[in-house]
């Protein structure tokens, strides 16, 4: 049991609306990172935030945004979906330079 | 840019086989390697880590040995069983432990009895 908790589970959304994807890191962890693995790939990395801050992004358009509160959970925020943005969507959380827990992931679907 | 290439599955292996699982990778400096695993309905889990050349993480019954001259970081063990029938996920980050994971594509083992 990591701690890391995402909501919601599962997620049905149809082509050009928004999403929003919540996280709640594990006590004591002030850094949160999100992935996405979409099926029968490995997770690629989206963006850190460290502190409230973004903290280091990978290659995704702005369309992906991303927010961390005064106590350290998370949200992943998504525009303008598109069909392939349909994937596993991975948080995890970690002190300052030590190992990352992940939650067990939001599947999104977009129709 | 960095890149990980890990062995294509799915691995069926009987309880009690040894198991190999191939990764290889590319990066510009001297990364820390890692092997995560993810079972059914779960998230990803540390398995083991190396952060410097020669290291072996090990953990479980598993075991990995970094080698930096082969740019390899395969994964071992001796004797598996039913439960660790799984995904098993190869990774690099440059910079420690919690950032910017870069990971392959995964290997599915399937352990019968």
């Known amino acids: 049991e990591t701690g890391v908790t995402q909501s919601p589970t599962h997620l049905i959304k149809t082509r050009g609306q928004q999403v929003t994807l919540r996280c709640s890191s594990q006590?004591?962890?002030?850094?949160v990172s999100w992935y996405q693995q979409a099926l029968g790939q490995g997770p690629q990395f989206i963006f850190q935030?460290?502190?409230?801050?973004?903290?280091g992004r990978g290659n995704f358009p702005p369309r992906f945004s991303g927010l961390q509160f005064p106590n350290y959970s998370s949200e992943l925020n998504v525009n303008a979906l598109e069909l392939d943005d349909s994937a596993l969507y991975l948080c995890?959380?970690?002190?300052?330079?030590?190992?990352?827990?992940f939650g067990q992931g939001t599947r999104l679907t977009v129709v | 840019g960095n890149s990980v290439t890990q062995m294509e599955g799915p691995v069926t292996l009987s309880e009690e086989a040894f198991l190999t699982i191939n990764c290889t990778y590319t990066?510009?400096?001297?990364?820390?390697l890692f092997w995560y695993v993810q079972y059914p309905g779960e998230g990803l889990q540390l398995l083991l880590k190396?952060?410097?050349?020669?290291d072996k993480g090990s953990n479980k019954g598993f075991e990995a040995t970094y080698r930096k001259e082969t740019t390899s970081f395969h994964l071992e063990k001796g004797s598996v069983q039913v439960s660790d029938s799984a995904v098993y996920f190869c990774?690099?980050?440059?910079?420690?432990?919690?950032?910017?994971?870069?990971f392959g594509k995964g290997t599915l083992l399937t352990v019968n009895p």
């Open positions: 995890a959380s970690s002190a300052r330079d030590s190992e990352a827990f």
């Open positions: 006590s004591g962890h002030n850094t």
């Open positions: 935030y460290y502190r409230e801050e973004e903290n």
């Open positions: 990066a510009t400096g001297y990364p820390s």
């Open positions: 190396a952060t410097k050349a020669d």
């Open positions: 990774a690099l980050s440059d910079f420690g432990s919690n950032y910017k994971l870069t």
